[in-house]
């Protein structure tokens, strides 16, 4: 029988590679039968499998390093072998229903404590990327970085006085929208939805409800041209220019992806600079970022997301496949 995505070909070698991710995770699927191919040995779990279906045992040796075992019935990993760990997309620890509130409350913060700490003070070992830096690339740090680097980002405001914004859209010419500050996925009344960019007209300035929390407005790039996703590796950048018809994607590309053109696009020398200074900034080994390009040819950034998806471009499907793999085969940058 060949051997499923999450499993290795060596599957009595302890693996050297620990994957945490949600268990129907496509895009890391890519990478993981890449792996399987080659022989590396890995392990795949979620956050959600602890403590339920996986455990964690740890104890702490005279040389200051934990030594012990993480895994589940039928496999797991030696702490001491680990070299490296590719924290994509873990959902949360999960507790039985027979637990209060309290009690699940409690026990998630004992496990965010001992989980990623331990992991997270092993030597020697490479993170793709460290939870904490994930956590840290906020919209306002990871602007405030990118600025700091020399990209250009378009004139931003965050805000909760209603009165504030009218002056910045008058700034702006007229033209802003506004953003979320983290995921766009929005659940209300059982239904999925998404909360994309969407422009803010005049009238909707002094809404008293800006006033209810901190919002997210931004210079609407009136001229563009098109966007550029960007995947970066360990320092390897996979630009791809996104070309949007006319309609919902042309302010947001999220809005209908499968309407999306793309094609090749070299990135200029003063733009690949600045997102190498930013991304040391943020301390990230993988990101996707989003540009916007205008009439003029200036690229603006405007989205770093340590943990975004890749795989829906084909042109660049492959290549980030084999460089991910290349990373957590190695385990060192």
């Not at 996986?54 to 039928?74: F, I, K, P, Q, V």
């Not at 700490?117 to 990118?146: F, H, I, M, Y």
């Not at 008058?170 to 939805?193: M, Y």
């Amino acid at each position: 029988m060949a051997p499923s995505p999450g499993q290795s070909t060596r599957g009595t070698k302890t693996p050297r590679v620990l994957v945490i991710t949600y268990a129907l995770d496509p895009t890391a699927d890519y990478v993981l039968r890449e792996l399987t191919d080659r022989g590396v040995p890995f392990w795949r779990t979620d956050l959600a499998d602890f403590p339920g279906r996986s455990t964690l045992t740890a104890e702490l040796r005279t040389e200051g390093r934990w030594g012990g075992r993480m895994g589940d019935e039928l496999r797991g990993v030696d702490l001491s072998e680990v070299r490296s760990v590719w924290w994509r997309k873990p959902t949360s620890y999960s507790f039985p229903d027979t637990m209060s509130e309290p009690e699940r409350r409690f026990a998630a913060s004992q496990a965010k404590g001992a989980v990623p700490g331990v992991l997270g003070s092993l030597p020697g070992v490479l993170w793709v990327n460290r939870p904490e830096r994930n956590a840290d690339c906020t919209k306002p740090v990871q602007l405030a970085v990118a600025a700091r680097a020399g990209l250009r980002v378009p004139e931003t405001l965050i805000t909760n006085d209603p009165a504030a914004v009218a002056p910045f859209a008058a700034r702006c010419g007229g033209h802003i929208v506004t953003k979320v500050f983290g995921s766009i996925v929005h659940t209300e009344g059982g239904k999925r939805g998404q909360l994309c960019t969407r422009r803010v007209p005049p009238d909707q300035y002094d809404n008293p409800r800006i006033g209810l929390t901190a919002h997210l407005f931004q210079r609407e790039i009136t001229a563009k041209a098109y966007e550029i996703r960007v995947t970066a590796v360990a320092g390897t950048l996979f630009p791809v220019a996104l070309h949007a018809p006319d309609g919902p994607a042309r302010l947001d590309w999220r809005r209908d992806s499968s309407s999306l053109t793309h094609t090749p696009v070299d990135l200029p020398h003063d733009v690949v600079r600045g997102i190498h200074t930013m991304l040391g900034g943020l301390g990230l080994v993988y990101a996707a970022l989003d540009l916007i390009v205008d009439s003029d040819g200036t690229h603006y950034l405007i989205d770093v997301n340590p943990g975004g998806q890749w795989a829906w471009i084909d042109l660049t499907r492959e290549s980030i496949t084999h460089a991910l793999a290349d990373l957590l085969e190695k385990g060192t940058l």
